[in-house]
């Protein structure tokens, strides 16, 4: 029996607290909730730990993260860099401690913009380095924060995808508010350009016009993870684009 009080005792308290909903000017015992420090009923305390209030804002909390990892991918919503990020059936890490460090650092902070990209190599911006990883455990960690999070996969923004699915996109960004916008696989949506055709010809409007959102929408905070080099990235969308997304409100995380 929690608290230690007979069963009169719950019932005498049940009744009281009924009899005061019946009876104006009359209110009944109350204690301080030992979880939230706010006075409620007593009775409330006497058969749980924590007062209604409590029970609500945990069902709340619940359903917020419930709904906002949703938009996380399926596969990457093991990620969490307050934990190990260990991915399932792997061996270690998937991304070092110093970049943990760095995101959780920009998360911290004020900085717009992340840009999370791999190392350039001889074949152009590297897979398989954790990029995605990392920004899903970072999603993680400010959902947490009860910041919301919207995923965006930059493919949806290529000619792949119709131009329905390209306005509902870049809708629910400029919708987004205080939140953490994840743009995710930069360059994926010049999957069907064709180098032939001239570099500015690969330009994908909605991308473009997704990196113009970002001088549009001050108070949402972007993440981009780049499948495509820095210089790629200038020589299709241009200067200006580079602008927005690596200016001095930045942070640039190489992996």
């Not at 005061?20 to 030992?34: F, R, V, Y």
């Not at 290529?158 to 743009?183: F, N």
């Not at 001050?218 to 495509?228: A, C, E, S």
Request: proline share 5%; net charge positive.
């Amino acid at each position: 029996m929690s608290r230690g009080l007979s069963v009169d005792e719950l019932g005498r308290q049940a009744r009281e607290f009924r009899r005061s909903l019946d009876t104006p000017g009359t209110l009944p015992s109350m204690a301080k909730c030992p979880a939230c420090g706010h006075r409620c009923p007593a009775w409330q305390l006497a058969i749980a730990s924590e007062c209604h209030g409590c029970v609500v804002a945990r069902e709340q909390s619940g359903a917020f993260e419930a709904d906002n990892i949703s938009s996380i991918p399926e596969k990457f919503r093991w990620a969490d860099l307050e934990g190990e990020m260990v991915a399932p059936g792997g061996h270690g890490s998937v991304v070092s401690d110093e970049a943990k460090a760095d995101a959780l650092l920009w998360l911290a902070g004020r900085q717009q913009c992340l840009v999370i990209a791999g190392r350039p190599t001889t074949d152009g911006a590297p897979s398989g380095v954790g990029k995605t990883s990392l920004a899903a455990g970072l999603a993680r960690v400010a959902i947490r924060q009860k910041t919301r999070v919207r995923w965006v996969r930059a493919a949806e923004l290529g000619p792949v995808y119709h131009e329905s699915r390209h306005a509902d996109v870049l809708e629910s960004v400029r919708r987004a508010g205080r939140a953490l916008v994840v743009v995710d696989g930069v360059g994926k949506e010049l999957a069907l350009a064709s180098p032939s055709t001239g570099v500015i010809s690969q330009r994908v409007p909605p991308m473009q016009e997704l990196f113009a959102l970002v001088y549009e929408l001050p108070n949402t905070r972007f993440v981009f993870t780049f499948d495509i080099t820095g210089q790629t990235l200038r020589d299709v969308y241009g200067v200006d684009a580079v602008r927005r997304i690596a200016k001095e409100n930045a942070t640039i995380i190489a992996l």
